[in-house]
């Protein structure tokens, strides 16, 4: 039997682990600026000023602009180098960062964020290939990437509670200048601590297929965010019909070229496809009332944003115990039943998150939902990209790597933008049956539009309308929060069964580690101790499905 373990000049020292540390720094702040605005947007709201659609796109237009240019600029690092690439983003990071805590229109704010989410998504890949490059050894390698996706959670469970702290002393702007000191380190850092790579041999980069990519999501995008507004229109079905047209032209771009932003093969691989679909359904569940608790806390719950951050530690400690457990059980169970499992256990959490009522006494059973909810969804954060990276072969696991930390990144974004439309459909339609009669048209178009709108409208009214309006945009707020536990908990169900019948096939990781590791030596994978033997898991059960079909 090969082994993995590199001679001893190989093998990473005090300068490379000091090099990771630098590394996960903003690994951890590019998840932690999902959720670190969700604190806030209620006094931006408030603020700014914005209509229910510019609310959600500057709550989520990070993320998609992420998604959008993550092969892109893993690309470009190719040829650019990776710790040239890190250090752009980082200055990309600070400067944008600057530019949305100083925003002064609700159209600034969007496209600072849309700078904010390009420059992370320079940041990431970077990362992730100067950790493969820094660690020869197979076993430290695992543990240096097991880190980096321990990281990336740590990120979405504390930007909540970070927004909290600042957000209890200062203006809601002070939650995007936190990115500024932690990308300060590696912008300083990484001359000195990490080395400094480029594939000698890249291939083209395809700028139609950036163009066609875009192209294809935002109008989709566009009208989901729409329909939350004005219902569905010729104009919304318009825009979804080009989205699909455009995508088709995208698939068949990608089978045509010799080097595609996107390998179309790799869908042929069940295991594969299976695993980009856990993870962007599991992180559409999980988002999509992540999003929400944090505003429920302020809105229904009447708490201070410290207070709130601190109900959110719950979460927090949900993920990492979640993710803490899943090596251990995927040991002896085959992940797809260790993901169903976590799956069946977030429906408590969805059912807590319904339970909640619209005042303080449901602050408990929501810090508690998010929770167990973070807590059964944890395994496919663990294992998914190790799933995809395993099942795809040896020369596509870059390919296979990108390809699902931007599943990952736009199941995270589309949680939001689907639930949160649907949360503002249910909240306008509320509101609009439950305002009091007899107020201006204007404080009721503005109670109509947010929570933020309503109770700025209500400081012009008479004390008794103006409580009136107040609580029926809270309680019209908390009937959008439980219908999005609903539809996230529809979506949970649906990720099981994909796991269930997608992944089956793929042993546990104890079961098939030690001819895993003779037949893929190489193959690096998932979080936990036994991440490379995650990934040399699911190619054997691949090459097993593959074998059976033949």
Known sequence: MSSNTAPAELRAGPREWFGLLVLLLP?????????????????????????????????????????????????????????????????????????AAYATSPEMLIVARGLLGVAGAAVLPSTLSLISHMFADAKQRATAI????????????????????????????????????????????????????????????????????????????YAVKKFAEYGWSAV?????????????????????????????????????????????????????????????????????????????????????????????????????????????VTLAGFALTVAADGDRDGVVPASIGLAVIMFGVAPISVLGTALAVGSAPPEKAGAAAATGQTAYDLGLALGIAVTGSVAVAVYRDEVADSAPAGIPAEAAEAARDTVGGATAAAESLPAEQAGQLVAAARDAFTAGYHMTAWVSAGLAVLTALVALTLLRKIPAIGAEAAEAAEAAPEATGAPGDTAGQTGDAAAAGAREETATRA
Not at 154 to 164: E, H, K, R, S, T
């Open 236 to 344: 919304n079905l318009a825009a979804i019909l080009v989205g699909v047209v455009l995508a088709v032209v995208f698939v068949r771009r990608q089978n045509s070229l010799e080097t595609p932003l996107l390998d179309m093969r790799l869908f042929r691989i069940r295991a594969f496809t299976g695993a980009l679909l856990t993870l962007l359904f599991g992180m559409m569940a999980l988002n999509g009332v992540e999003y929400l608790v944090p505003q429920y806390l302020l809105v229904a719950g009447g708490l201070t944003p410290l207070a709130a951050g601190l109900w959110l530690l719950p979460g927090a400690a949900g993920l990492i115990v979640g993710s803490q457990l899943t090596p251990v059980l995927a040991k002896r169970i085959r992940p797809a039943y260790v993901i169903a499992a976590g799956l069946l």
């Open 146 to 221: 097991a880190m980096w996706v321990t990281s990336l959670s740590v990120g979405i469970a504390i930007g909540p509670v970070i927004g909290g702290v600042l957000l209890d002393f200062w203006w809601w702007g002070s939650v995007f200048l936190m990115g500024v000191p932690v990308m300060l380190v590696p912008l300083l850092a990484a001359p000195v601590l990490l080395p400094e790579y480029r594939d000698p041999n890249p291939g083209r980069l395809d700028f139609a297929s950036v163009v066609l990519f875009l192209a294809a999501m935002l109008p989709i995008v």
């Open 27 to 99: 690994v951890t702040l590019m998840t932690a600026d999902l959720g670190v605005l969700w604190l806030a947007t209620p006094y931006l709201a408030a603020d700014l000023q914005p209509t229910s659609s510019q609310l959600l796109w500057t709550t989520d237009i990070y993320g998609f602009m992420t998604v959008a240019f993550l092969v892109v600029m893993g690309t470009l690092g190719d040829r650019l180098g990776r710790r040239r690439l890190l250090i752009l983003g980082s200055i990309g990071v600070i400067l944008s960062s600057l530019l």
